[in-house]
């Protein structure tokens, strides 16, 4: 399959499709929340209690944003990536904001889902941990969310959850980031080799894992031989439409589909 260079210049973990910036992105979803936020004042609700979500997971390079994209259009859902979970995580004033938002919500939660998530280790939990876990939670009961990266579909009830592996050779993920990023294939190569031992150090440091389990999800798709990001966003989307049925029933990307 033929990868087009990007005019715009990438930034590894995003595709060709120039993508809003975090922090006004982010700014703009916090206003969302605040706006909406005294609709929901006392309302407190159960974690399983969240809307239906798409988590991805991935290996940089793989292409599970731009499939992501794809799906968004096709179900009318946002997407939230790990730049955007990045920025709200690590800047004080938008964590706090999450973090209220969770502790309005689900009043003595965290430390209930840090025992779930982390098991003994939960008393440790990082501040960044905790707002990594605001944040998606935030967004999660914003509703109509696909997650992108930072292991969301470990963090969120897995019964409310579609997660998708998204995989594919280094040989794949090697040529398409020497395309993106119009470098030699040696140096693209040197690059994911940097951004894999970064994200095994994370996983490894959050939730205390080597790399992902196939076990963890409910479908895996090999870019290798599914090349098409639209087709995958179409299987993908059936796959959500079955496993929550009754719930999305009605809704316009159910009708879309059907049609």
């Not at 944040?135 to 579609?162: E, K, Q, W």
């Not at 490894?204 to 639209?230: C, H, L, Q, R, W």
Request: charged share 30%; aromatic share 10%; proline share 4%.
């Amino acid at each position: 399959m033929a990868i087009n260079k990007p005019k715009e210049k990438y930034v590894p973990d995003t595709h060709g499709k120039k993508r809003p910036e975090a922090a006004p992105l982010a700014a703009q979803f916090i206003r969302e929340w605040e706006q909406g936020r005294h609709k929901l004042k006392g309302k407190k609700i159960e974690p399983s209690e969240i809307s239906p979500t798409i988590c991805f997971s991935r290996k940089i390079g793989g292409g599970a944003l731009e499939i992501s994209d794809f799906l968004a259009e096709k179900i009318y859902y946002r997407v939230v990536d790990r730049e955007l979970l990045e920025h709200i995580a690590k800047d004080k004033e938008l964590s706090k904001k999450t973090v209220e938002f969770f502790d309005e919500r689900y009043p003595g939660k965290m430390s209930e889902l840090g025992s779930m998530l982390f098991g003994e280790k939960s008393f440790i939990m990082s501040e960044y941990v905790q707002n990594l876990v605001s944040a998606v939670f935030t967004f999660a009961n914003m509703g109509s969310s696909i997650f992108v990266g930072r292991g969301a579909h470990l963090i969120l009830p897995r019964d409310r959850v579609l997660a998708v592996r998204i995989i594919c050779s280094d040989e794949y993920r090697i040529e398409r980031l020497a395309n993106i990023l119009d470098v030699e294939e040696s140096e693209a190569e040197k690059l994911l080799h940097k951004i894999d031992h970064e994200q095994r150090a994370f996983f490894k440091k959050v939730f205390g894992k080597k790399d992902a389990s196939p076990y963890e999800f409910d479908m895996v798709i090999n870019s290798d031989f599914i090349t098409g990001p639209a087709e995958a966003a179409e299987i993908i989307a059936c796959a959500f439409k079955e496993k929550f049925a009754a719930e999305l029933e009605g809704k316009p990307f159910s009708n879309r589909n059907a049609a």
